[in-house]
């Protein structure tokens, strides 16, 4: 998968916008989202924008969005065609990627938060 994804020239990743999945994803986050912002490759991601990993990717600019079938065709050319803006999207992506899903920050968080739980008896 990892050597699919290097070799694409775009990611896409939708979403059902369905009430139902709305609801049922709203907090939901694909461990794929991560492996995709980590990649080096433009992400597009078609999804409803009430859910909380689209607002992350909007707020993080490090994915190309749609939202509505009517803007799916235009943003989809510019993923893949407007160079300034793929160049744009992978740069954020790369400071979204150590900013959240650095495996050696994480580890070491995980471990203090593991050792402060074990300290104050709360694993007991």
């Known amino acids: 998968v990892v ?3 290097k070799n694409s020239r775009l990611l896409l990743h939708v979403e059902y916008s ?4 709305v609801k049922d994803l ?4 694909s461990t794929k989202l991560s492996d995709c ?13 009430e859910l909380t990993f689209t607002a992350f990717l ?6 190309f969005l749609a939202f509505a079938k009517e803007e799916l065709v235009d943003k989809l050319k510019t993923a893949l065609y407007n160079q300034l803006s793929r160049n744009s999207v992978v ?4 400071i979204t990627a150590k900013q959240y ?8 968080k995980f471990q203090t938060i593991l050792l402060s739980a074990g300290n104050t008896g709360d694993l007991k």
């Open 3 to 5: 050597e699919a994804i």
């Open 18 to 21: 369905d009430t139902y999945a």
């Open 26 to 29: 709203k907090y939901g986050f």
């Open 37 to 49: 912002i980590t990649s080096g490759v433009p992400l597009f991601c078609y999804a409803p924008k």
């Open 58 to 63: 909007a707020e993080n600019k490090c994915a």
């Open 91 to 94: 740069e954020h992506a790369g």
């Open 101 to 108: 899903f650095d495996a050696e920050k994480n580890k070491r």
